[in-house]
């Protein structure tokens, strides 16, 4: 009787005496399976547990937070150490009207002569720096430049500010010092007495002995006004700095006139030299527009004295070089005598009557009035002399 797997091959399989592994070792249950179910099973993988899957989990998104946290904070270090952030801390300072704390903030250098940096007076200036944007930024390393067109009276005016790199922070991010922008100013020419007063932005100012004064100013409209007491004054102007960089406002030219006080007060002026001129017991009045001469050495001279026969007419006109220019329209008349002795006997001699001649300036004003100055030295033009 055969054994029915033989037709399938199963009589030729062998022993488990002959198959490599521990002779003699009992065959299971197992064993008994066919070849191709005896091979190894895949080792099982162990199960991790939920805790540690967590840990991991939690670790590698730790990680990926810290790595975005060091990109968003490098940014964040990069722009608040950008070049234009000094020049915005100025320009918000400026725009807010804060002078003082601007003014620091870009190294401006001023004392207690630069009357228009002051918040006083930047607050009565009109077309003022109201806004600003920043147009492009340049980095050379340890220079850069920050373009701003700053809004100024309805328009935008073009600004270059230059920062110096002064170090690092953390050794990564550089520090920038805005260096001071040039600083416009208003330009003021008084055709009138040396040292008049004007006022800027309600700031009293004093001209130089040319007429003239500068003032370092910030960006803005600044009303000038001639301040002549009661005596001159002249029509008001405005004056206007545009930006930064060192502009000049077109120059404010204000040209004096006389008040009615002031006209008075000339003509007393005028007056009162020539009644100098009169009490002079000189034949020959040092500064006065007449003398006498041929006196005759031979004769004593005395009781000497000037009579005023009439007063010269005289008109006030504008500021030249020397003053307001005072003009003779008619001149007065005036007589000298004088009591003489000598080789001949006594007697009276007389000159004149000749004309008096009262052109000249009015070169200024003290509080007691009008100071004149006789254009005519000593008579010597005078040709009723």
Same mark, same amino acid.
């Given at each position: 009787?055969?054994?029915? !797997?033989?037709?399938?091959?199963?009589?030729?399989?062998?022993?488990?005496?002959?198959?490599?592994?521990?002779?003699?070792?009992?065959?299971?249950? =197992? !064993?008994?399976?066919?070849?191709?179910?005896?091979?190894?099973?895949?080792?099982?993988?162990?199960?991790?547990?939920?805790?540690? $899957?967590?840990?991991?989990?939690?670790?590698?998104?730790?990680?990926? $937070?810290?790595?975005?946290?060091?990109?968003?904070?490098?940014?964040?270090?990069?722009?608040? !150490?950008?070049?234009?952030?000094?020049?915005?801390?100025?320009? *918000?300072?400026? @725009?807010?009207?804060?002078?003082?704390?601007?003014?620091? =903030?870009?190294?401006?250098? !001023? *004392?207690?002569?630069?009357?228009?940096?002051?918040?006083?007076?930047?607050?009565?200036? &009109?077309?003022?720096?109201?806004?600003?944007?920043?147009?492009?930024?340049? *980095?050379?390393?340890?220079?850069?430049?920050?373009?701003?067109?700053?809004?100024?009276?309805?328009?935008?005016?073009?600004?270059?500010? &230059?920062?110096?790199?002064?170090?690092?922070?953390?050794?990564?991010?550089?520090?920038?010092?805005?260096?001071?922008?040039?600083?416009?100013?208003?330009?003021?020419?008084?055709?009138?007495?040396?040292?008049?007063?004007?006022?800027?932005? %309600?700031?009293?100012?004093?001209?130089?002995? *040319?007429?003239?004064?500068?003032?370092?100013? $910030?960006?803005?409209?600044?009303?000038?006004?001639?301040?002549?007491?009661?005596?001159?004054?002249?029509? %008001?102007?405005?004056?206007?700095?545009?930006?930064?960089?060192?502009?000049?406002?077109?120059?404010?030219?204000? @040209?004096?006139?006389?008040?009615?006080? %002031?006209?008075?007060?000339?003509?007393?002026?005028?007056?009162?030299?020539?009644?100098?001129?009169?009490?002079?017991?000189?034949?020959?009045?040092?500064?006065?527009?007449?003398?006498?001469?041929?006196?005759?050495?031979?004769? @004593?001279?005395?009781?000497?004295?000037?009579?005023?026969?009439?007063?010269?007419?005289? +008109?006030?006109?504008?500021?030249?070089? +020397?003053?307001?220019?005072?003009?003779?329209?008619?001149?007065?008349?005036?007589?000298? &005598?004088?009591?003489?002795?000598?080789?001949?006997?006594?007697?009276?001699?007389?000159?004149?009557?000749?004309?008096?001649?009262?052109?000249?300036?009015?070169?200024?004003?003290?509080?007691?009035?009008?100071?004149?100055?006789?254009?005519?030295?000593? %008579?010597?033009?005078?040709?009723? +002399?």
């Amino acid at each position: 009787m055969t054994d029915q !797997h033989e037709p399938d091959g199963w009589g030729a399989v062998p022993t488990v005496d002959t198959i490599s592994g521990t002779p003699g070792a009992p065959l299971d249950a =197992a !064993h008994s399976a066919p070849a191709s179910a005896a091979a190894p099973a895949p080792r099982p993988r162990r199960k991790l547990r939920r805790g540690a $899957l967590i840990g991991i989990i939690a670790g590698g998104t730790a990680i990926v $937070l810290l790595a975005v946290a060091g990109i968003v904070g490098y940014s964040v270090g990069t722009a608040s !150490h950008s070049a234009d952030r000094p020049v915005r801390a100025f320009l *918000d300072d400026l @725009t807010a009207g804060k002078v003082d704390d601007a003014l620091q =903030a870009a190294g401006i250098e !001023h *004392d207690k002569d630069d009357v228009l940096l002051t918040e006083a007076a930047y607050k009565k200036a &009109t077309g003022r720096v109201t806004g600003y944007r920043i147009a492009a930024t340049r *980095d050379d390393g340890d220079t850069a430049t920050v373009t701003a067109y700053l809004k100024q009276d309805g328009r935008d005016v073009s600004t270059t500010f &230059t920062l110096d790199k002064t170090g690092t922070e953390w050794g990564v991010f550089p520090v920038w010092e805005l260096q001071a922008p040039k600083l416009g100013t208003v330009d003021v020419s008084v055709r009138g007495p040396s040292g008049a007063k004007v006022t800027v932005a %309600g700031q009293s100012v004093t001209t130089a002995k *040319d007429g003239t004064a500068e003032l370092p100013a $910030l960006p803005g409209t600044y009303e000038v006004a001639l301040d002549g007491g009661k005596w001159f004054e002249a029509d %008001g102007s405005k004056a206007t700095v545009a930006g930064f960089g060192g502009e000049v406002s077109t120059p404010v030219s204000m @040209t004096t006139k006389l008040t009615a006080a %002031g006209e008075q007060s000339a003509k007393a002026a005028v007056d009162a030299w020539v009644n100098g001129c009169i009490a002079s017991t000189d034949a020959s009045p040092k500064g006065c527009s007449f003398y006498a001469y041929g006196e005759d050495p031979a004769y @004593t001279y005395t009781n000497q004295k000037w009579t005023l026969e009439t007063r010269p007419a005289v +008109s006030v006109g504008g500021w030249v070089s +020397s003053g307001w220019l005072v003009t003779t329209t008619t001149f007065g008349r005036a007589t000298f &005598t004088a009591d003489i002795s000598g080789p001949g006997g006594v007697g009276t001699a007389s000159a004149g009557p000749m004309n008096v001649n009262a052109s000249g300036y009015i070169t200024g004003f003290t509080d007691q009035g009008a100071t004149f100055r006789s254009a005519i030295g000593n %008579g010597s033009t005078d040709t009723g +002399s």
